[in-house]
């Protein structure tokens, strides 16, 4: 099983890890390399730079490369606070369907993008339009940056813990707050939980977020906070309150049953909740395994 290694203030210069002229075959860089620090990430994101914001965003650096054929590459570096930011942004990336990169840990390509992550650094390579033509040379490119990133990391606990489990199905989501919550699942109101991190993943076709407290205590208290917030921004909502949590029916129809279970609150959506009290169980055995 993985272990946990959080890497924090690893820094190195940005410009260093794209390839300069002649170091990508048949590939020149169309422009300098443009570096976003802090709060320039609004400025250089229409949309979306909440969530590494929340993640723990440091600076990004980027360039484009060109071809013969005026093909193009976008290739984004994104130095984050520490290696699970990092990995949490990855997460972030992942939909669909992908194909794994050659010789580049956590190396995917999905449709018109390659994403990695290397100790606290996430690279996005990506393409104007789809085209698998070009996916060996994107692993050349992600190969070379990579290798410009010499320290490693894991994934943070939570994730390997669900991944070993093979209960899963497909990619696991790991977040950090609200913000990146509410792409999961959109709860009223958005800040509805206060957690210190979490994940999200489909098991038996039913959705699962599973938010990690500080202790249980926490977790409790958090729960009736949670339960409060949500009673009073939907009032025509009837909510079923019981011993260690409560549940609800969404405007689509879907049942939501929010549970706590150690410093854990284990959220289930879906449209029958006739094998929630069983997943519940599987996963409860999962954490109960999480050291």
Known sequence: MLKLVIISGFSIDLNNVFPLKGELKNWKISDSVKVYKGDE??????????????????????????????????????EMSDSIAAYGAYTFYLNGKGKVLKEVPDGIFLDYYAV??????????????PNDSLISTIEGLAKFIST?????????????????????????????????????????????????????????????MILKYDSELLAISGLDETLKKMQEKNKETSFIKFKGGFSFSDYKLNQVKCMNYKNYIVILVNKSESDFDLNFEKICKVIFSIK
């Open 41 to 78: 990430l609004y400025n250089y994101i229409d949309g979306g730079a909440e969530v590494f914001m929340e993640y723990g965003f440091k600076q990004v650096a980027s360039a484009s490369y060109l071809d013969k054929n005026n093909n193009q590459l976008q290739v984004e570096v994104y």
């Open 116 to 129: 990695f992550c290397k100790s606290n650094m996430l690279v996005v390579i990506s393409l104007s339009t």
């Open 148 to 208: 410009k990133i010499p320290q490693i990391s894991f994934a943070p606990a939570l994730i390997t813990g669900f991944a070993n489990s093979g209960m899963a199905e497909g990619y696991i989501k790991f977040v950090k707050g609200n913000v990146g919550l509410g792409n999961f699942y959109k709860f009223i109101p958005g800040d509805a939980f206060k957690f210190k991190e979490g994940i999200g993943f489909t098991l038996s076709g039913t959705k699962v």
